[in-house]
Nanobody
Framework: VQLQASGGGLVQAGGSLRLSCAAS????????MGWYRQAPGKQRDLVGT???????NYADSVKGRFTISRDNVKNTVYLQMNSLKPEDTAVYYC???????????????WGQGTQVTVSS
């Protein structure tokens, strides 16, 4: 099982970006999916999560600006980021709580990270 994130880049303050993260491999089911971010010299912080039923939870710093969604058929989670600020600059990581097929082992998986840079 692996997660592949994409969509990062350089954007001016006030702009928008959309990140995607697709899970692939021997997957039986996916529970919560989410996004974290890590700025240089700082710890990795939660951005938000989404349940398999579509319920979302966001960090206060991104509420009203970021939206998490998912496509359960494509095993993909999205992060729509609007009204971006320079302080949103970070490496963004996706994560998913996955139950593997056959073995039914359950664990958290992480994507490789994608850089988002917001210029002022």
């Amino acid at each position: 099982v692996q997660l592949q994130a994409s969509g990062g880049g350089l954007v001016q303050a006030g702009g928008s970006l959309r990140l995607s993260c697709a899970a692939s491999g021997r997957i039986f089911s996916i529970n919560d999916m989410g996004w974290y971010r890590q700025a240089p010299g700082k710890q990795r912080d939660l951005v938000g999560t989404i349940t398999s039923g579509g319920s979302t939870n966001y960090a206060d710093s991104v509420k009203g600006r970021f939206t998490i969604s998912r496509d359960n058929v494509k095993n993909t989670v999205y992060l729509q980021m609007n009204s971006l600020k320079p302080e949103d600059t970070a490496v963004y990581y996706c994560t998913a709580d996955i139950i593997r097929s056959i073995s039914r082992l359950r664990r958290d998986y992480w994507g490789q990270g994608t850089q988002v840079t917001v210029s002022s």
